[in-house]
């Protein structure tokens, strides 16, 4: 089975930082590309940023540019968000997903996902 455990929320003040991680398991992790989304209330859920295999390819929104970074640890099959100078509009929560194969970043394509993670970010 694949499995996804993201881990890493909390709160924390505008300007802060978070890292969050995603554990895989029960897959060949290498294989598939990993991607991190987020839903804040009343609003849909949307990719963040995802990372190719090899970590070689990454995609960031353009809201998080230049203030998240994605890298992943294939031998320890963890993923990571660094997140950095968080403003408000980055409350959510997060969940990280995974499939075989390089795809864009929109949450419609990744078939398997873990529990999501809360992040919430304050005045």
């Known amino acids: 089975d694949v499995q996804l455990q993201a881990s890493g929320g909390g709160l924390v003040q505008a300007g802060g930082s978070l890292t969050l991680s995603c554990v895989g398991s029960g897959f060949p992790f290498d294989d598939y590309v990993i991607g991190w989304f987020r839903q804040a209330p009343g609003k849909e859920r949307e990719g963040v940023s995802c990372?190719?295999?090899?970590?070689?390819?990454?995609y960031y929104a353009d809201s998080v540019k230049g203030r998240f970074t994605i890298s992943r640890d294939n031998y320890n099959d963890i993923v990571y968000l660094q997140m950095n100078n968080l403003k408000l509009e980055d409350t959510a929560v997060y969940f990280c997903a995974a499939d075989r194969g390089w795809r864009s970043c929109r949450p419609n394509e990744y078939t398997y996902w873990g529990y999501g993670t809360q992040v919430t970010v304050s005045s």
């Open positions: 990372i190719s295999m090899t970590g070689a390819t990454t």
